[in-house]
């Protein structure tokens, strides 16, 4: 089991830039598979980037595709979210999830994760 930790969430100008970082109980985390989701107000939660255990493959949402970087350090027990150029709609809250079990189609969706932070928010002003 792992428990998920979520920080760096705030308030930015539009074209900003914040970094996510999600720390992760547990001495098996490089075995984890990792992801951001995000949820907007009044929206369902939403796929933004996957990372592999070694970090050798990642992938992303349209949406935040060439702005946002996925990336992890397994000595650390954390994975972060880098995004830049932040629009009005980035504006959500971030989590971060974890899963053993890959699969292509269901790593874009919730039921594909076993383990949930609690979210941190992020709000880009315009």
């Known amino acids: 089991q792992v428990q998920l930790v979520e920080s760096g969430g705030g308030l930015v100008q539009a074209g900003g830039s914040l970094r996510l970082s999600c720390a992760a109980s547990g001495r098996t985390f490089s075995s984890y598979f990792m992801a951001w989701f995000r949820q907007a107000p009044g929206k369902e939660r939403e796929f933004a980037a996957f990372i592999s255990w070694s970090g050798g493959t990642t992938y992303y949402a349209d949406s935040v595709k060439g702005r946002f970087t996925i990336s992890r350090d397994n000595a650390k027990n954390t994975v972060y979210l880098q995004m830049n150029s932040l629009k009005p709609e980035d504006t959500a809250v971030y989590y971060c999830?974890?899963?053993?079990?890959?699969?292509?189609?269901?790593?874009?969706?919730?039921?594909?994760?076993?383990?949930w932070g609690q979210g941190t928010q992020v709000t880009v002003s315009s």
């Open positions: 999830a974890a899963t053993r079990r890959y699969s292509r189609d269901t790593y874009p969706h919730q039921r594909g994760y076993d383990y």
